[in-house]
């Protein structure tokens, strides 16, 4: 692990990202189960009126996540939906990176979370774990290994078939 230590935590061109603003069957648990399997810390939250959570947002290493309740009647009202009202499919995907990628898919898969691809040294120069969480939102935690120059990722992408 030390010799990790001796590239950047997170690239620069990832420093600076969009926000996701993911939306669930139930915010409460949603957030219940990412501070269990991520270790995320809620931000704050906003209750719906009727019930459930609004908006809520949650830290999760050092990225920042969004996340509601899809049966609000603020969200119904506009063109919210969760993994579970598309038959179970997303169009998002949700990179994280993380400064132990093999941890955290540990207390993931022990909180509930099924994984996908285990944690792998990927030809692209980070450790990388593909999940679903209970939600059926997709996550790839990442964790840098190595700056890659883009002829090399194009030379190891080839040999990998």
Known sequence: MAERAAH???PDRYR???IPHIMVDDARAAIDFYQRAFGAHEDFRIDAPGGGILHAEITVG???LMLGDASTDEAEAGAFAAPASLGGGTSV???VFVPDVDGLAERAEAAGAEILQP??????GDRTVILKDPSGHI????THLEDVSEEELRRRLAATG
């Open 119 to 124: 944690p792998t040294d990927m030809f692209h």
């Open 16 to 18: 600076y990202a969009v």
């Open 139 to 142: 996550w790839v935690f990442l």
């Open 93 to 95: 995907t949700l990179h």
């Open 8 to 10: 950047a935590e997170i």
């Open 62 to 64: 050092r990225s920042t």
